[in-house]
């Protein structure tokens, strides 16, 4: 089987790298959800747990039971809302708070100007009041932004939006709850962090996704993906390797199945331009579901060691190269 080394030096250097930002630790809440983009949601947890982050953050009430014991505590993003001690849930809508348990933990998502998820502005004093007749416990406004990853004025305009929110949550009486809406891209381009918190999933993997006109954080990679050799064999001019044969040998060739495949994650792309492995090996032919082949006997290979390369090369975003690896792949610590 295929299988993933992690790094756990990079990891922390990185968890470092967004301290240094926020000013300490106890304000980064790492975001695990979708197992933990593909790295493993229990080892990432046990991880940044041993570098002392307290806070995470997962999409549901299931994935937050496989961690609960590494965090003192844990936001839910996107399930049924019920009363527990150590779990607080989002609040997406009007409906979720008529839908939510009495006596549950909740943070108010505002919609600042993304338009997916959140309650407008002119509604925060509307679902405060239901808040309160359901007897829901407010513990923390939030919002998300939809383009703090790039040029331009769109993030100082949610940002302004976000503060008119914060206002009038302290005018309808409230001061003990947290704020917080920075994800990794704004984190890292944020200058004066004054929040209480920030989430922070892609940017803790490694993978610094602000274009390059802005000063740039360099982070380090944890996630690496390799496969192991199968079996070698000799090609003759002319032969040609796998589904439909679209290799053809142009020459006396060695050649290697190693066994990784898109049954595992990985994106099958296109055998006319095809993907090329960290150690510099373009893919010969169609990829199987369990297999691949390349050129050479090397008994195992690194695929890919950086998802930022590889998401170039598929036409994607590296969240979507390390969240597709599936979970089933197995995960050693370095
Ligand atoms: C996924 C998610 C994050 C983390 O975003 P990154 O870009 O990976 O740091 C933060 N907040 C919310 C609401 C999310 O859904």
């Known amino acids: 089987m295929a299988f993933i080394k992690i790094n756990k030096e990079n990891f922390f250097y990185n968890l470092n790298q967004i301290a240094l930002k926020t000013g300490s630790k106890e304000k980064i809440a790492i975001v695990l959800k ?17 570098y002392g982050i307290t806070q995470a953050v997962v999409r549901t009430y299931s994935e937050a039971e496989k961690i609960e014991t590494f965090f003192e505590h844990i936001l839910i993003l996107g399930d049924r809302i019920i009363k527990h001690e150590s779990y607080t849930f989002t609040i997406n809508s009007l409906e979720d708070i008529t839908q939510a348990q009495s006596g549950a933990s909740v943070e ?23 808040i309160k007749q359901h007897n829901l416990n407010l513990v923390g406004v939030m919002t998300h932004y939809r383009s703090a ?24 009486g409230y001061h003990g709850v947290r704020f917080h809406s920075h994800n990794s891209a704004s984190i890292l381009r944020c200058k004066s962090f ?26 380090k990679p944890v996630l690496s993906l390799h496969a192991k050799k199968v079996a070698t064999r000799l090609l003759q001019k ?54 691949i082949s390349l050129e050479g006997n090397k008994k195992e290979i690194c695929m890919m060691d950086d998802a930022q390369h590889a998401a170039r090369q598929l036409g994607t975003i590296s969240y979507e190269v390390t969240t597709a690896l599936q979970e089933k792949i197995e995960k050693i610590v370095i």
């Not at 929040?195 to 982070?219: Q, S």
Request: proline letters at 4%; charged letters at 25%; aromatic letters at 10%.
């Open 34 to 50: 979708d197992n933990a983009y593909g790295h493993g949601l229990v080892l990432m947890a046990k991880l940044a747990s041993e």
């Open 108 to 130: 108010l998502k505002v919609n600042t100007g993304m338009h997916r998820n959140g309650i407008p502005i002119d509604e925060i004093a509307l679902a405060v009041e239901q």
């Open 149 to 172: 990853d790039e040029m331009g004025s769109e993030w100082f305009w949610q940002k302004k939006n976000f503060e008119a929110a914060k206002e009038k949550i302290k005018e309808l």
């Open 194 to 219: 004054d929040e209480d918190l920030v989430r922070v999933g892609i940017g803790a993997y490694g993978y610094n996704e602000l274009p390059t006109p802005f000063d740039r954080l360099a982070l």
């Open 238 to 291: 002319g032969e040609r390797i796998g589904y439909g044969g679209d290799f053809v040998a142009p020459k006396e060739m060695q050649i290697s199945t190693y066994d990784i495949g898109y049954g595992d994650g990985w994106c099958r792309s296109s055998s006319t331009n095809p993907y090329i492995t960290a150690e510099n090996l373009p893919i010969l032919g169609r990829i199987s579901m369990d297999f």
